[in-house]
């Protein structure tokens, strides 16, 4: 029997609502619990069902945590199938962390989903490279298998323009926000079969985001055989799929058998010069060359100490030049069903019981694009051409 607790809403229901805001803010039970000023024990219980929350509780939920009283009693959204949650390093996969891109992907689910009600959006097209790593993934076959997606997805074997918007139309759904942070990193995850990019832009270098997407396609095209469970509870296969994911990203973005003829020096100036062409930091350029026998030992030591010099081991030359790869699809998406007259714009940010700031990140819209005291007249007053 269902237990019934605010305004008639199943206690269990609103306890795994609270649990959903907490982890999409990052909070830990305590410091949710610090900031209600009750005890840890409370939020389990809320969280468990045990205990009803009071409504001023819900109001501080509400207010403390960005997001709209109605997202605590709607229903659970439904999904058929959740994949494997990969993360670049084992610091950003803690529980927190995971907790929080698991709720964002979801998210980002429910306002594809919506359009996808709609609107004719890309199908996903990740070709199927079983019979190329039946027998192991080995550096050699992580190379045949970029080579052929490339030949697959037609790109022939030179820079890739926008990284990003190759993968929308090939059916990824990416979503995120920006950061100042040092590194970029990013996060993928299969929902009903399709895949979920969360991208945490990194505003100085777009090579950075750059190459932690292709590293997340490398996770879709290679690991999807693997658990999170096997991940997070094996050091040494998490690090291994890791290196896996890194040498799939380096071989995609400089394919070997185009990018080591247009190498011709081991000058930092002339790596500047492939950077603009590839899109692909300095520090990548580097590993590549010696991954490929290019550079020796001696001359990869020798580049390293002269980027330490200079301090181009945080930020290198170009990286404030290189335009930024924006995601595209959902927000053209949201903004056609405006234009159909489908949904205001109020009316698709309350169709998910999410803050405005959380759609207009999912949707990589502008900051502002759902607030409505930026509605003008403009669009509903029109000339009268008729007899005066």
């Not at 008639?8 to 229901?13: A, E, F, K, Q, R």
């Not at 949650?85 to 995971?98: G, I, L, Y």
């Not at 969360?198 to 590293?215: E, I, M």
């Not at 335009?323 to 405006?338: C, D, F, H, N, S």
Request: glycine share 6%; aromatic share 8%.
């Amino acid at each position: 029997m269902k237990r019934i607790g605010l305004g008639n809403v199943d206690v269990s229901l609103l306890g795994a609502r609270i649990r959903e805001a907490r982890q999409a803010r990052g909070y830990s039970a305590q410091e949710l619990a610090k900031l209600l000023g009750v005890t840890r024990q409370a939020v389990s219980r809320y969280e468990n069902g045990d205990l009803s929350p009071k409504s001023q509780t819900i109001a501080d939920l509400s207010r403390y945590l960005n997001l709209p009283v109605s997202f605590f009693t709607m229903e659970d959204y439904e999904y058929k199938k959740l994949g494997t949650v990969f993360f670049r390093s084992r610091k950003t996969a803690d529980a927190k962390n995971r907790d929080m891109i698991r709720v964002r992907n979801k998210w980002a689910f429910m306002v594809f989903q919506e359009c996808n009600k709609y609107l004719t959006m890309p199908q996903e097209v990740i070709p199927n490279y079983d019979n190329l790593i039946e027998k192991g993934i080995t550096n050699e076959c992580i190379e045949e298998i970029a080579m052929q997606l490339r030949k697959d997805w037609g790109l022939g074997l030179g820079p890739i323009p926008n990284l990003t918007l190759l993968l929308e139309t090939k059916g990824f759904v990416i979503s995120g926000a920006d950061t100042e942070q040092e590194k970029a990193d990013a996060c993928s995850q299969r929902i009903d079969g399709r895949p979920f990019v969360f991208s945490v832009r990194d505003k100085r270098s777009t090579c950075r985001t750059r190459f932690s997407l292709a590293h997340e396609l490398g996770h879709l095209v290679l690991h999807q055989d693997i658990s999170e469970e096997e991940l997070l509870s094996n050091k040494e296969l998490f690090n291994s799929v890791e290196k896996q994911a890194d040498r799939f990203a380096s071989c995609f973005l400089l394919p070997q058998e185009s990018f080591r003829r247009e190498v011709m020096s081991v000058s930092l100036r002339h790596l500047i010069t492939l950077k603009q062409r590839w899109k692909v930091s300095i520090a990548a350029i580097i590993y590549r060359c010696s991954d490929l026998g290019l550079f020796t030992e001696n001359q990869v030591l020798y580049l390293r100490k002269q980027m330490s010099a200079q301090h181009m081991r945080k930020v290198e030359p170009l990286d404030d030049e290189i335009p930024a790869e924006i995601p595209q699809m959902l927000g053209i998406a949201v903004r056609k069903l405006i234009e159909a007259g489908i949904y205001t714009k109020n009316a698709f940010v309350d169709r998910f019981c999410l803050s405005p700031k959380d759609v207009e990140e999912i949707c990589s819209l502008p900051k502002g694009f759902f607030d409505q005291t930026n509605q003008k007249m403009d669009n509903v007053i029109h000339l009268n051409f008729g007899t005066i």
